[in-house]
């Protein structure tokens, strides 16, 4: 059974008021599949890490010239290929900063969109239907483009594949009311043309999808009626023929979609692998008319897999790399991951044999966990997947499995129903006990979603009477792995208020998607405790470990790690005099913790926690200068300490990466850099982290060199010609 995963934020969207569009060109697989190029705003490309939603690099054209093609990477260059203004190719490399002192080259004929699919070269396909490989056009810009469509005849889509080792440019065109689907096969250059079946009542298709299955090309197109159809076009020589009569191209109606009153207008669908395809913007068969709706469909047996309502407006815009969905909505480009296990009739109407519990892996993702704790619309679809639609009540529906080890429990252990309803009156004593039965089950994985209830009810019950503790049965809740912040929002407030910090540990560890404003009060609280009574908390005794640990290490006096030794360090011949002198006057000893040991265990959380650069700074700067300072102090204590004892890192010590430690220097340099430069206490300190930046800075550049070295080596051909011993002296400059 498909399903849809929890999304995330990519980044926002840069719209005009005036137009129904989101404002994005296009988006486009980079080095990895971890790694996305994004063209918005007709004059930026952005380039992004998936994982960690954060903007890697961005460069923009300058005000008056427009970006008419979205960007491609090319990776047999390592560069960027875009085109602005319909003619001028451009091209640049990650380092560059000005994208207007990049390569660029000007065509004799305006360009319709440049395509590259991994390892294989750039294509350029012109308005004309003219195609050219990048290299050869580059080779003579102003070579004349010869006119492949006919006078009135447009380009609606295209895209590239990469079929039998060869490529194809797919596109298809509109004149007149007639739709053309046209095939260009590369090296040798041939060309097909088709012309679609008309739709009644003339109506055009909305979008398009290909994908190459079983050598043959595979076109699925959606009409704004809800009619989605395949035609099949088998990959085969094409001879001489040269596209100039348009032959009839079969299709075959694969959905029907609903759409509700009149026509959809913003929607489109996506090919994701031969038994599954993807809509957006089309109406869910059971909520109503709403057309803001992303669906997996099984085009096989036509069933409904998986469905999430997406908020704000649709553009009918959908893209997909490596088991993950880039749909623009509202003012967001969201990203949301999926799974499409093998298709099969038993699993498409949801009577797929249960397998063992051993041998079920625990889901990567809880899907809608909001859902199934406040209420809101929702549809079971077979065992496991979770879609939108008809009420129900989650907390009351079972699997097979969940009956069958229901049935198999022991008299004695508590019913989910019996714990749910003593946790809102019982004393608490009593509720930790029901707590620790419910926790003993055997099938406490498909108790998840009632874990999430059960805990929500905890946490209501404890704001609403401050008499009330509940510290041990959410420590056990916590300890399962099957909650997370949006499943209990006030979980960590509540531990904040009481003080109680060894739940809001717990919390960091276990919570995979604490808001940054959450993770900041967590920072200012943890970092306002003072020692004294920091040195009464109750910590998790294995943090606790790991810091003693870390503290109590002594420095090995003969290893230089990360570039940088303060006993061995360079003198910049440009500091002056008075510079070294004050320096060394006002540099903090920095071997000393300036906290203390269980405040530093705590302050350890928040720097291991995810957070997104953009959402953070803003209540980094809630913090006062002293709170910087000394956090910026503690941070400089742990540098020194990841240096010198890089086992830390893999010995497997809970503690911040050298990574994660500079990340957030530079975090809280950003948010308070005039502060602490105005701030006489800091100036010392800021001396000495400039040193730490000299020397990463000084050690990439090293490594840089030794890449550069050893890919000279690896382009070298070896000599054959080697008899029983030799030696071979290899220099490197």
């Known amino acids: ?16 008021h005036n137009v129904p569009h989101s404002g994005i060109q296009g988006i486009e697989e980079e080095r990895d599949s971890d790694h996305v190029v994004v063209t918005h705003a007709n004059r930026c490309v952005t380039l992004y890490k998936v994982s960690d939603q954060k903007r890697l690099g961005s460069w923009t054209v300058k005000r008056g010239q427009t970006l008419t093609c979205s960007a491609v990477f090319n990776s047999q260059s390592k560069e960027y290929v875009a085109v602005s203004d319909n003619k001028v190719v451009r091209i640049w490399k990650e380092e560059d900063v000005l994208l207007d002192k990049a390569f660029k080259a000007t065509v004799s004929s305006d360009v319709w969109k440049v395509h590259c699919v991994g390892g294989s070269q750039p294509v350029v396909l ?3 239907g003219a195609v050219r490989l990048l290299d050869a056009l580059l080779s003579a810009p102003q070579q004349p483009i010869e006119e492949v469509l006919a006078p009135e005849e447009t380009i609606r889509w295209s895209t590239h594949i990469v079929a039998e080792a060869q490529q194809w440019v797919i596109f298809t065109t509109e004149q007149r009311g007639e739709h053309f689907l046209y095939l260009h096969k590369l090296r040798p250059n041939c060309l097909l043309r088709y012309r679609l079946e008309r739709e009644e009542p003339g109506l055009p298709p909305l979008s398009f999808s290909a994908s190459c299955r079983d050598k043959h090309i595979c076109l699925l197109y959606l009409y704004p009626n809800g009619g989605v159809y395949q035609s099949v076009v088998p990959v085969r020589s094409l001879g001489s023929e040269d596209g100039a009569q348009a032959l009839p191209l079969p299709r075959t109606l694969l959905l029907a979609l609903p759409v509700g009153e009149g026509l959809l207008e913003a929607a489109s ?47 009918g815009q959908l893209w997909s790399f490596s088991n993950k969905l880039f749909i623009p909505h509202g003012k967001t480009l969201s990203v949301i991951p999926f799974e499409c296990p093998t298709s099969s009739l038993a699993s498409a109407v949801g009577k797929l044999k249960q397998a063992k519990v051993e041998e079920c892996p625990s889901p990567a993702c809880v899907a809608s966990w909001n859902t199934l704790l406040h209420g809101d619309n929702t549809l079971l679809h077979g065992d496991n997947t979770l879609l939108h639609g008809d009420k129900a009540q989650p907390s009351r529906v079972e699997t097979r499995k969940s009956r069958a080890n229901r049935r198999t429990q022991p008299a004695g252990i508590s019913t989910i129903d019996k714990v749910l309803e003593l946790t809102k009156t019982a004393p608490a004593e009593e509720v930790q006990k029901e707590v620790e039965g419910l926790l003993s089950r055997s099938d406490l994985q498909d108790l998840q979603p009632s874990l999430g209830q059960l805990a929500s009810i905890l946490v209501s019950r404890c704001r609403a009477d401050p008499a009330f503790s509940s510290h041990s049965a959410l420590a056990q809740l916590l300890h399962t792995r099957c909650l997370c912040h949006s499943v209990c929002p006030d979980l960590v407030l509540l531990a904040l208020e009481r003080k109680d910090y060894f739940l809001c540990q717990l919390c960091l560890q276990f919570f995979p998607d604490i808001p940054e404003a959450v993770t900041c009060a967590c920072l200012k609280a943890f970092i306002s405790v003072p020692d004294v009574d920091a040195e009464e908390m109750n910590l998790e005794p294995d943090s606790v470990s790991s810091m003693e640990t870390l503290i109590s290490r002594q420095r090995e006096k003969t290893v230089l790690q990360n570039g940088f030794s303060p006993e061995s360090r360079e003198e910049d011949p440009s500091d002056t005099i008075s510079d070294q002198q004050e320096e060394k006057a006002a540099r903090p000893p920095g071997r000393v913790c300036p906290v203390g040991l269980q405040k530093a265990v705590l302050l350890n959380e928040v720097l291991q926690t995810a957070y997104s650069d953009t959402f953070i700074l803003p209540h980094l700067k809630d913090l006062s200068s002293q709170q910087v300072v000394l956090l910026l102090q503690y941070l400089q204590f742990l540098y020194l300490r990841c240096s010198e004892a890089p086992s830390s890192q893999t010995d497997g010590l809970r503690s911040p990466s050298l990574s994660q430690v500079l990340d957030w220097v530079c975090l809280l340099l950003d948010a308070h850099f005039t502060v602490l430069v105005m701030t006489p206490e800091a100036r010392g300190l800021l001396l000495n982290l400039h040193t730490f930046v000299k020397s990463q800075v000084k050690l990439v550049s090293e490594l840089g060199k030794m890449e550069g070295s050893l890919q000279e080596l690896s382009k070298m051909k070896e000599n054959k010609d080697v008899g029983q011993y030799s030696i071979e002296v290899i220099e490197l400059f």
């Open 1 to 16: 059974m498909a399903a849809l995963y929890e999304g995330y934020t990519l980044c926002g969207l840069v719209q005009d």
């Open 126 to 128: 012109f308005q004309r």
């Open 269 to 315: 669908v996506l090919v994701l692998d031969e038994a599954h395809a993807a809509v957006v913007g089309a109406p869910h068969p059971s909520a109503g008319a709403g057309k803001d709706f992303l669906c997996i469909w099984n085009t096989n047996f036509q069933t409904l897999q998986a469905g999430k309502e997406m908020a704000g407006q649709m553009f």
